[in-house]
């Protein structure tokens, strides 16, 4: 997709109109990037949980939303974003392959830090060091 697509996507995103299914890891990325760009960090923060826990609640499933995955992703692309020298998201996204990777929360989370009730609702701070 082309950066034009993820703004567009973005918008869907936002208002809340996107259809969850076939909503990969990487449009999640994108539309995170998207928002990352329009808005400050918190208004960024608060737009994008804001929808994607609406998005989670229309497909039937508002246990997905994970507080503490999105703000610490979200804190992780901001980083990222302003530290990788890019002009597209593809080139982006070349230089932070491990992004994709579903397990890269581990670096900073437990298993069972990340995935309890509590990491649902509240940030938890991580509880593993990233050496």
């Not at 567009?8 to 076939?22: K, Q, Y």
């Not at 703000?71 to 998201?89: G, I, K, N, V």
Request: net charge neutral; proline share 3%; glycine share 4%.
């Amino acid at each position: 997709m082309t950066d034009r697509d993820y703004r567009i996507l973005a918008d869907r995103f936002e208002a809340e109109t996107l259809d969850a299914i076939g909503f990969s890891h990487l449009d999640h990325i994108g539309v995170a990037c998207q928002m990352l760009q329009r808005y400050d960090f918190l208004d960024a923060a608060r737009t994008y949980s804001r929808a994607l826990r609406g998005i989670a609640s229309k497909a039937g499933a508002p246990d997905k939303f994970n507080l503490t995955v999105t703000l610490a992703f979200l804190s992780l692309l901001s980083e990222r974003m302003a530290s990788t020298p890019h002009q597209t998201f593809g080139e982006f996204m070349e230089k932070n392959t491990d992004l994709m990777s579903r397990s890269l929360m581990g670096n900073w989370y437990s298993p069972d830090r990340l995935n309890s009730k509590n990491a649902r609702t509240v940030f938890l701070m991580p509880d593993r060091c990233n050496a």
